[in-house]
């Protein structure tokens, strides 16, 4: 499946190699030196960067092993779980999904099951499960992911992982081409009820800083800003929620929790 640099449908390869000729003398000819395969140059640096070592086979239908057995090892690897260890039902930026890790993952996940590209953004809430169902959909009906990479050619970056996310929770390509565009505010509470609910549950307490919940939700979606919603403030996006939180501007530290 075509890449082309372009931003595409599912979890972007990259890997690149230079071949280097030995020093020659000056009166001896240049020797040409033959650029080692793609194939193999990207297969080193995917395998090397999820620590597999060099033997670890691309994957196929072929082999014996489910998807579900493929994707428990590239992710245990990169995350430092034992396969069997992962909880499938967490989602995975609770586990400690961070950037470098999410690169490797989906780099892996897209070069095994030759699949284009996805949005970081579109699968830190989702869990392993999800994400196994995606493979297996792509792997089964690659002429609509195909279909769907060239649609999303157009769109923006912010346009393609909501409709990832979108097949992350089970939609195909067909409704979701089809399907009205993503509510952005319904989008931003659901945000803030995750962050909300993540910082609660880890501190174990009932206010919040509302500078810390605005950090966990731009952890959670680095896209997130109050200002593209209409609000001047985060205080002020707050405030707009308040059926779903209560907001304590009492001193000059603003406390927020849910209701």
Do not use: C
């Amino acid at each position: 499946m075509s890449r082309g640099g372009a931003a595409a449908v599912l979890p972007a390869a990259v890997g690149a190699g230079t071949a280097v000729a030995a020093p020659v003398q000056a009166a001896a000819a240049p020797t040409p030196v033959e650029d080692a395969p793609d194939a193999e140059i990207l297969h080193d640096n995917l395998t090397q960067g999820v620590a597999m070592g060099a033997s670890f086979a691309k994957w196929s239908p072929d082999s014996g092993e489910t998807v579900a057995q493929r994707l428990g090892t590239i992710v245990g690897a990169a995350m430092g779980y034992e396969p069997e260890d992962l909880p499938w039902e967490v989602p995975l930026i609770e586990l400690g999904l961070d950037s470098l890790m999410a690169v490797r993952i989906k780099n892996r996940v897209e070069y095994d099951f030759d699949l284009p590209p996805i949005q970081l953004t579109a699968v830190r809430d989702a869990n392993l499960y999800n994400v196994e169902e995606l493979i297996k959909y792509a792997v089964e009906h690659r002429d609509e992911v195909e279909a769907m990479h060239e649609h999303q050619k157009t769109q923006t970056a912010e346009e393609i992982a909501a409709e990832q996310a979108a097949m992350l929770s089970g939609a195909t390509p067909n409704t979701v081409l089809t399907a009205p565009a993503p509510d952005p505010q319904a989008a931003a509470t659901r945000l803030l009820t995750r962050a909300l609910q993540i910082g609660l549950e880890k501190d174990d307490v009932d206010w919040l800083h509302n500078s810390a919940v605005k950090a966990q939700m731009k952890r959670m979606d680095p896209s997130f800003s109050e200002k593209s919603l209409g609000f001047k403030s985060f205080s002020d996006f707050l405030r707009s929620r308040s059926d779903l939180v209560e907001l304590d501007e009492s001193s000059t530290t603003r406390m927020v929790r849910l209701r």
